[in-house]
């Protein structure tokens, strides 16, 4: 297997520092986005005993971070096989009827705009890669369909802001893919499931290392590899 360089935002902590992990164990070069350097470092240093880990400051609300991150990279590595935007925030649980217009922009902030902004400030050094994979970290409580299916366990858990930035990040996938498609890039939306982390809470059934299994299995996957979908660890599931 060809070994690829890879950039995870949010990987000093939580799902993506379990995504960074595996990905260095397989013998991949991973660049670690951190906006909390001492953290960053802890973790990179932890990482570092198992393979080729290297902290990158990355803030997602701040587009001089995203430049300086490719500079870096490219200066180090040349270009990038795949962009893991794991990043995010939840910012209060306001429903549609009272979120706060602060809790709406601070999470579209950051699970929105900076992903995005990142995403196209990477996409040069994506482009001189080969292997040309984004997964955009996103969760089934932005499923649309799903909110629709009363059943659905997770038919009660309605925090708009949070749930609308991950259905805005979707689309984002949709059309990047629709995009990107005779490039050779695979563009897809994970769904990592409930997981015990700071966002995720205590209460959440899934480990970390349950959480990454769909984004590490995305991220490998080579050029007959799917685009365009919202994934999970038991397939397709509707936007
Ligand atoms: N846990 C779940 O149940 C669950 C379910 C579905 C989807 N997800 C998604 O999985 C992803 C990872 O979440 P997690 O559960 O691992 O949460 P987490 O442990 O809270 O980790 C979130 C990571 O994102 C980083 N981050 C937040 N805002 C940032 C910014 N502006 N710039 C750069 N980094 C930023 C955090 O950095 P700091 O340490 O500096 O805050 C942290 O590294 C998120 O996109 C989340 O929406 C999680």
Redesign the pocket.
Known sequence: MSKHIYLV??????????IALELVEQGHTVYL????LE?GKKVTQELKERGDARLVY?????AK?HQAAVELIEQQSGHLDGLI??????VGYGNASNVTHQALRETF???VF?TIMLTQTMLPLLRKGSHRSIVN?????GSMTMHGDPSWPFHGTTPLA?NAS?SALNMFTVLLAKELRDEGFRVNSV???????????EQ?P?S?EE?AVIAVKTALEGSDGPTGLFLTTGGVIPW
């Open positions: 935002s949010g990987a000093n902590k939580g799902i993506g520092k379990q986005g951190a906006r909390n953290a990355l803030d997602l609300n701040d971070s935007n794991n990043a995010g925030v939840i902030e950051t699970n900076g970290v996103s969760t089934g409580l949070y991950k769904s990592p499931g409930w997981i015990a982390t700071d966002l995720g809470g959440a899934g970390v959480g």
